[in-house]
């Protein structure tokens, strides 16, 4: 085997397949693929917003957290790449840690880019509940003769028993994490990772819909899995913080890279186009990622001598940039995952509010998270209740809610409220003691009436 320090000019780190994966693989195999993925990406962006959440603005976290139930599957040829469980969890840990902004390093962000920094409210766990319903580490374990997986025209060949991988756990159920060598056979190089974004079912061509939901998750070299692993070292020392698993979660929620795919820095491609961008305001348009460029903070791809043009935001976790000097996620960034959590991802998250786990559409003590699809559409819950202050509405969050409006027994309207995502908190201190009735309307016509009585 080829030590990573052997490695001569010419040899190369592909930090993401992102962009051959949607381009390349995926539309020449599956053509419509990327106009699929264009709609859902446009839905919730509008989705997003539509439910800002004010506190962002405000460097504040969001109310409801979701929470991934993750497998991750070590497929290992040689003992080393059957990595140790402890850099399992602490991969995982990196995840949260990381999408809920408490890493340490966030002090590292430039103070120009400090508006716009966000919490995303997402984070992930070893799934503690196997498909079977049994105990599980949620990790799983395959020895393969496969030698490695990185070749770029057989990318699913580990979510596959009968190709050497491992197959999927209920992709609708469980984020799948693969594990495994990505090194790419006679060439020396190696590709870090890559996972496929989402996708709105109704949209996949036809000849695909059976075959994808066993391909979703993320897949990750093994040697960039877990920080501080002992094995990236050489050229992927600039992956050696546990982020690239970051990263391609951000585009297994919906995120492009910061400058869009559009110039290629190895061939000394700068292109500003803003319609080849990622998509958000927040994100200073760039011309190309940062790889070649590392930490420097002096980039900006595609300022064009504007005094007020930001330089290219290398902090950010969706650019190629050394991990080191990556550590924030943008709150337009956050706000487009949440929502793909909600319409792309959909019943997949635990759904915590104020820490207190909501299950069957009812607040619940934490309890074992085995989630799975807990939550069916028209189970809308109000608490307190009976209430003399405050009340919050909360609904299943694959459904959005158009209007709430509180009447009285005598049918009078008393009271209404605009929805801003899937929990409402709706002051009803005014109102007089009694009993009234609560209608919640969704965008798809349903509506829904629950009692409510003020104290
Ligand atoms: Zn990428």
């Given amino acids: 085997m080829i030590s990573?320090?052997?490695?001569?000019?010419g040899q190369h780190v592909t930090k993401c397949y992102e962009d051959h994966?949607?381009?390349?693989?995926f539309e020449q195999s599956y053509p419509g693929f990327q106009e699929a993925r264009e709609a859902l990406f446009l839905k919730a962006l509008d989705y997003a917003s539509h439910h800002a959440e004010d506190h962002r603005a405000k460097q504040q976290s969001p109310d409801t957290i979701y929470r991934f139930p993750v497998v991750v599957h070590i497929v290992y040829?040689?003992?080393a790449e059957n990595l140790d469980e402890q850099l399992i969890q602490d991969q995982i840990n990196v995840l949260t840690r990381d999408f809920r902004r408490q890493n340490a390093d966030t002090s590292d962000l430039r103070s120009i880019f400090l508006p716009v920094a966000a919490d995303a409210g997402i984070e992930f766990f070893l799934a503690d509940i196997d498909p079977d319903g049994n105990p599980t580490n949620g990790i799983t374990r395959t020895n393969t003769s496969t030698t490695s997986f990185g070749s770029i025209t057989s990318l699913d060949l580990v979510k596959d028993s009968t190709t050497g991988g491992k197959n999927a756990w209920?992709?609708?159920?469980?984020l799948n994490i693969w594990v495994c060598d990505l090194s790419i056979p006679l060439l020396g190089d190696a590709a870090l990772g890559f996972a496929y974004p989402p996708i709105e079912a109704p949209n996949?061509?036809?000849e695909l819909q059976n075959t994808q939901e066993q391909y979703e998750g993320i897949v990750v070299h093994y040697k960039v899995f877990g920080p501080n692993n002992p094995l990236a070292t050489g050229l992927l020392s600039i992956a050696d913080q546990g982020r690239t698993p970051v990263h391609e979660m951000g585009h297994y929620l919906g995120l492009r890279h910061i400058w869009g795919d559009a110039g290629n820095p190895l061939l000394g491609g700068v292109d500003c186009d803003p319609n080849l961008d990622d998509g958000?305001?927040?994100?200073?348009?760039?011309?190309?990622?940062?790889q070649a460029t590392g930490c420097d903070k002096t980039k900006n791809s595609c300022g064009g001598g504007d005094p007020n043009d930001l330089p290219d935001m290398i902090e950010n976790y969706m650019d190629y940039s050394t991990e080191t000097c990556q550590v924030t996620f943008t709150a337009q960034q956050a706000g487009l995952m949440r929502a793909m959590v909600v319409l792309g991802r959909t019943g997949m998250a635990d759904v915590y509010v104020n820490d207190v786990r909501?299950?069957?559409?009812k607040f619940r003590e934490n309890g074992p998270s085995t989630n799975l699809h807990a939550l069916e559409a028209g189970k809308s819950v109000i608490y307190p209740n009976p209430s003399a202050e405050e009340i919050t509405i909360t609904w299943p969050s694959n459904?959005?809610?158009?209007d709430i409006s509180i009447y009285s027994v005598a049918g009078i309207h008393v009271a209404s409220s605009i929805p801003q995502r899937e929990v409402t908190t709706i002051d009803i201190s005014s109102l007089l003691p009694g009993h009234y009735m609560v209608q919640i309307e969704f965008t798809n016509g349903i509506k829904e009436f629950i009692p409510l009585i003020k104290q």
Avoid: C, K
């Fill in 21 to 25: 994966v949607l381009n390349n693989y």
């Fill in 204 to 206: 996949w061509p036809s």
């Fill in 77 to 79: 040829n040689e003992a």
């Fill in 399 to 402: 459904i959005e809610g158009r």
């Fill in 280 to 290: 958000f305001d927040d994100t200073p348009n760039a011309g190309n990622n940062s």
């Fill in 4 to 9: 990573l320090s052997q490695f001569t000019v």
């Fill in 358 to 361: 909501i299950v069957d559409g």
């Fill in 170 to 174: 209920p992709t609708d159920e469980y």
